[in-house]
């Protein structure tokens, strides 16, 4: 690891100055997961790490009105075990509990797994499908975007010059049932070799028949370059009863959609066929009330 400064901003305007005035030379420091072992590779060299974890109100969960802001700096163990995340949104909480190992759970933050932007992300897919927005201050000002757009391609995102992420703004809706589920090739300390999130409005079917979906929203990861939604396969759901055979018809519009890449965890047509298994048993699931999660049978 080759030397480098490391600052200790109190302030975000502080902080974007400093990543501004570095350029590519500089990286922001959240839970050091995945930066710090970069560094020791060799793979990133920054001549300045800026340290976020001194300022306010970049961590914390609240219930804010109509939304649930989850602070950037909030590790995944905190999200997974927040009563407020389990309550609102337990999607993210469960999506968050399987993520590599306790250690690192106490470690990695929720705006840590968004801002490396890996395709395999496991945070992005069930924020995707909850309509989360991304909060985010610069030198000028402070915005939110739609994480969906959010990612410019692996590893990168549309982060403009000392931008910094500050949290999700997501909305709670009472009314939206939400599952995510991924497979990987062992319990722990593994990355996805691919996942699929989902969540549906229901509405009353006719008796005696599947629901009918009044909205339905499919995000996967780890199969393409960046996490993504399964538009086609939505348009399949919308408006439908979730039957059977509506929905093997979506699972397989949805492995349509993938572009997966053959790499050491899986060759793309495999990858391909998990998202047509994993998205029909995340579908299934909802449709009957069974919220699912773990690895394909």
Same mark, same amino acid.
Request: hydrophobic residues 45%.
């Given at each position: 690891?080759?030397?480098?400064?490391?600052?200790?901003?109190?302030?975000?305007?502080?902080?974007?100055?400093?990543?501004?005035?570095?350029?590519?030379?500089?990286?922001?420091?959240?839970?050091?997961?995945?930066?710090?072992?970069?560094?020791?590779?060799?793979?990133?060299?920054?001549?300045?790490?800026?340290?976020?974890?001194?300022?306010?109100? $970049?961590?914390?969960?609240?219930?804010?009105?109509?939304?649930?802001?989850?602070?950037? $700096? %909030?590790? #995944?163990?905190?999200?997974?075990?927040?009563?407020?995340?389990?309550? $609102?949104?337990?999607?993210?909480?469960?999506?968050?509990?399987?993520?590599? %190992?306790?250690?690192?759970?106490?470690?990695?933050?929720?705006?840590?797994?968004?801002?490396?932007?890996?395709?395999?992300?496991?945070?992005?897919?069930?924020?995707?499908?909850?309509?989360?927005?991304?909060?985010?201050?610069?030198?000028?000002?402070?915005?939110?975007?739609?994480?969906?757009?959010?990612?410019?391609?692996?590893?990168?995102?549309?982060?403009?010059?000392?931008?910094? #992420?500050?949290?999700?703004?997501?909305?709670?809706?009472?009314?939206?049932?939400?599952?995510?589920?991924?497979?990987?090739?062992?319990?722990?300390?593994?990355?996805?070799?691919?996942?699929?999130?989902?969540?549906?409005?229901?509405?009353?079917?006719?008796?005696g028949s599947?629901?009918?979906?009044?909205?339905?929203?499919?995000? $996967?990861?780890?199969?393409?370059?960046?996490?993504?939604?399964?538009?086609?396969?939505?348009?399949?759901?919308?408006?439908?009863?979730?039957?059977?055979e509506r929905?093997?018809?979506?699972?397989?519009?949805?492995?349509?959609?993938?572009?997966p890449i053959?790499?050491?965890?899986?060759?793309?047509?495999?990858?391909?066929?998990?998202?047509?298994?994993? %998205?029909?048993?995340? #579908?299934?699931?909802?449709?009957?009330?069974?919220?699912?999660?773990?690895?394909?049978?």
């Open positions: 690891m080759r030397p480098f400064d490391h600052a200790f901003p109190t302030t975000l305007a502080e902080a974007s100055r400093l990543l501004a005035g570095a350029g590519d030379q500089a990286r922001a420091l959240a839970g050091g997961t995945d930066l710090v072992p970069r560094m020791r590779r060799g793979d990133w060299r920054p001549s300045l790490v800026v340290n976020l974890k001194r300022i306010p109100g $970049l961590r914390g969960i609240e219930h804010r009105g109509g939304e649930l802001w989850i602070g950037a $700096l %909030s590790t #995944l163990a905190q999200v997974a075990r927040s009563p407020l995340v389990l309550s $609102l949104a337990p999607v993210l909480a469960r999506a968050a509990a399987r993520v590599a %190992s306790l250690q690192v759970r106490n470690l990695a933050t929720i705006g840590g797994n968004i801002a490396n932007a890996s395709p395999a992300a496991d945070m992005a897919p069930p924020l995707l499908v909850l309509g989360a927005e991304v909060g985010v201050a610069g030198p000028a000002d402070e915005r939110r975007t739609p994480l969906d757009g959010f990612f410019a391609g692996p590893g990168r995102t549309k982060l403009a010059a000392g931008e910094i #992420l500050t949290g999700f703004a997501v909305p709670v809706l009472s009314d939206l049932r939400a599952s995510y589920v991924k497979f990987e090739r062992r319990e722990a300390m593994d990355i996805a070799v691919a996942g699929v999130a989902a969540a549906v409005r229901l509405l009353p079917g006719k008796e599947p629901p009918a979906c009044g909205e339905a929203r499919i995000a $996967l990861g780890a199969v393409a370059p960046t996490p993504m939604r399964a538009l086609e396969a939505e348009e399949i759901l919308a408006g439908q009863e979730l039957s059977p929905i093997a018809r979506a699972a397989r519009a949805a492995a349509g959609e993938s572009r053959d790499d050491v965890r899986g060759p793309a047509w495999y990858r391909r066929h998990l998202v047509e298994v994993l %998205s029909r048993r995340v #579908l299934a699931g909802l449709a009957s009330g069974n919220l699912v999660s773990g690895d394909p049978a």
